[in-house]
C-alpha cells in the first residue's frame, strides 16, 4: 500500500479488521509501505496499488479477489488459494532476477535522493541538476566501455 493510494485508503478497515482475526485464523497479516520500502515492492514487482499476496510455505499466489473482509476470510478458511496458480519461479520474490529488481529500485531511489539533495539543499536549477546525471551517465558508460 501506499498512504496516498485512495483505494488502499478505501480497504484500510476491512484490512485492519482482518489482521485483528488473524491469530483466530491461524496467519499472519502484515502491510508494507512502498514508498518506505522500494527494494520490497521491486522483489513482489508491485505495479497496481493496493497489491495483496499470500504466502505459504514459500510459494507466493497474488490475491485477486474482492477486498471485504467476508472475501478475505472465506479464501483463508476455505483454501480458496489452492486453486490459484503461484507466481513463477522467475518472478518469485526470492529468485535472483528479483533481487535485481529490488536493486534497481533501491537505485531509482538513491537517485531521486540525489536529486532532491542538489535542487532542495543546494539550490541548483533542475536542468542543471539532469545535465549532471546526463554526464555522470556518459562518463560512467565510457569508463566501462573502456
Not at 116 to 136: E, Q, R
Amino acid at each position: 500500500y501506499a498512504p496516498w493510494c485512495a483505494a488502499c485508503q478505501q480497504i484500510e478497515l476491512a484490512w485492519e479488521s482482518f489482521a485483528k482475526e488473524s491469530e483466530h485464523l491461524g496467519i499472519t497479516v502484515g502491510k508494507v509501505d512502498v514508498t518506505q520500502e522500494p527494494g520490497l515492492s521491486g522483489r513482489f514487482f508491485v505495479t497496481t496499488l493496493p497489491t495483496i499476496y499470500h504466502a505459504n510455505d514459500g510459494v507466493f499466489r497474488r490475491y485477486r479477489g474482492s477486498r471485504t473482509l467476508e472475501d478475505l476470510q472465506v479464501y483463508v478458511l476455505e483454501r480458496k488459494w489452492k486453486a490459484v496458480e503461484p507466481v513463477a519461479g522467475w518472478r518469485s520474490p526470492s529468485s535472483i532476477m528479483m533481487h535485481g529488481m529490488a536493486g534497481l529500485f533501491h537505485l531509482s531511489g538513491w537517485f531521486r535522493q540525489i536529486h532532491t539533495y542538489l535542487t532542495g539543499t543546494l539550490g541548483i536549477h533542475v536542468w542543471i541538476s539532469y545535465a549532471i546525471f546526463f554526464l555522470a551517465t556518459l562518463l560512467i558508460g565510457l569508463f566501462l566501455g573502456l
